[in-house]
């Protein structure tokens, strides 16, 4: 035993020790985010990155419409960089960056060498400062000043351009990048889908209930599961999308009923792949806004407890939106081992939000869930977001051990850094783990 393992494993006695113990580990532990919208440079213009792309994210867009008197049209006539500067000049020198997605810019740029004490608030000082840098150099720098070790991104088969990226056996060229299979449009659209798929090349017909549609539907998943290396399939719901887990016989099922179990749920069992649901959105309440013109709702989590009952063997990543489903499901979560709550999302993913989420969720469920992931749109983005979450996991952490420290448990630095490993990156893994083993409790082998 060398010496830092001995010290590793002495145990800790005093507060400010403790502190300083988990300010370091939740600082310095790698991260997978398991849930982005980030994407390999395979994927060119799907990747976002730099100060014009940080400036038009969506949460900043809904933001500087409420002090602008432009029109929305107005507005999205403006190309890349005129937007960032209209969102630059109002939302950043007319008034104070105080939002968290505002603040987060901030962060961001100063983290990354840019201190807005030496370029102060002349964005072309920031533009002309990242020009020189390749993607390929962000990306490394980025994910070095985050400590990200992986990323999940969001893959949709529906889209023609990541299609392209995909046959051509590009996507998967970057380690760090991993795929999640995104399927709203089939099952929320599925007029639309079927539509898709027949182009693709897949004979379905417009009933989605005809067997053979629906395993068409399964080859579908398969092929682009198996093509992108998928680590799990993903949804997100409205708050009152309607999953019949308690239909009676006579009453015809909804699309969403009939392709979640006739072909999502088959497909991610037979691949032995998680089932992730984002539940609790309602799109376009403002379709002036664009991608920024949607709204969280409360959720009927009936839904999920359905699918958590009819399904024992699969794994379930989920997460909601309304601030008011979030104590259910963590009792609900306690309920069911195959149910995995990861992250703070959207409009959660805030400092209090996520402060107030993640003490109740450590308090009911201990280590046994994932405390977040980034949604990032904008690959800096990982820097401000994965460091405003880190601080804030610290704070809770050291309030929790300290109750322990206090009645006599005395805690070592491997300790909590095994806890943290579960919590960034390790419960993720284990959920995809489980997936497969339970794959081959089914299948036998
Ligand atoms: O958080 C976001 O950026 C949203 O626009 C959504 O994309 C959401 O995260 C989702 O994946 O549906
Ligand atoms: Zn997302």
């Not at 693709?200 to 539907?217: C, F, K, R």
Request: proline share 2%; with cysteine; aromatic share 8%.
């Amino acid at each position: 035993m060398n010496v830092h393992q001995a010290h590793v494993n002495e145990q800790i006695t005093t507060f400010s020790e403790l502190e300083k113990v988990i300010r370091q580990v939740t600082t310095e532990t790698r991260v997978i985010d398991m849930h982005t919208h980030l994407y390999a440079e395979a994927f060119n213009e799907h990747l976002l990155w730099g100060i014009d792309e940080l400036l038009q994210y969506h949460y900043l867009t809904a933001e500087f419409f409420r002090h602008t008197d432009m029109t929305y049209d107005e507005y999205w006539m403006l190309d890349n960089a005129s937007r960032a500067e209209a969102v630059w000049q109002t939302l950043f020198v007319d008034r104070s960056p105080l939002s968290e997605a505002a603040s987060g810019v901030i962060t961001a740029l100063n983290r990354l060498g840019l201190s807005p004490t030496q370029y102060g608030r002349d964005l072309n000082a920031y533009r002309a400062a990242l020009a020189a840098k390749s993607t390929s150099q962000q990306i490394d720098d980025v994910l070095e000043v985050a400590k990200i070790e992986r990323i999940v991104m969001t893959n949709d088969p529906f889209d023609a351009k990541e299609r392209e990226v995909w046959q051509a056996s590009r996507g998967k060229s970057d380690a760090r990048f991993d795929a999640a299979l995104r399927i709203d449009k089939l099952l929320l659209d599925w007029p639309a889908a079927a539509q898709d798929l027949r182009v693709q090349g897949y004979l379905v017909e417009d009933d989605a209930s005809a067997p053979s549609t629906l395993q068409e539907v399964r080859r579908f998943l398969k092929d682009w599961a198996l093509r992108m290396d998928a680590l799990y399939l993903m949804v997100s719901l409205p708050g009152d999308a309607g999953y019949e887990h308690n239909k009676a016989a006579s009453v015809t099922s909804s699309s969403l009923t009939i392709l979640l179990d006739g072909a999502v749920v088959p497909v991610c069992l037979e691949l032995g792949l998680p089932l992730a649901l984002m539940i609790g959105v309602r799109r376009q309440v403002n379709p002036l806004l664009r991608l920024a013109g949607d709204m969280s709702m409360r959720s009927d989590l009936s839904l999920l407890e359905g699918i958590a009952k009819r399904y024992t063997n699969l794994e379930l990543l989920i997460t909601v939106l309304a601030r008011e489903n979030q104590h259910e499901l963590t009792v609900l979560s306690r309920k069911f081992r195959n149910i995995t709550l990861f992250g703070c999302w959207w409009f959660l993913h805030t400092e209090s939000m996520i402060r107030e989420l993640t003490a109740f969720r450590v308090e009911l469920l201990g280590t046994s869930f994932i405390p977040q992931h980034s949604d990032c749109r904008v690959l800096e983005q990982l820097i401000n977001k994965w460091d405003h979450s880190r601080g804030i996991i610290a704070d809770i952490l050291i309030s929790k051990y300290n109750r322990l420290l206090k009645d006599g448990w005395g805690i070592t630095e491997e300790e909590i850094r095994r806890d943290v490993e579960a919590y960034f990156g390790g419960n993720f893994q284990r959920v995809l783990d489980k997936a497969k083993q339970n794959r081959q409790l089914i299948q036998g082998t």
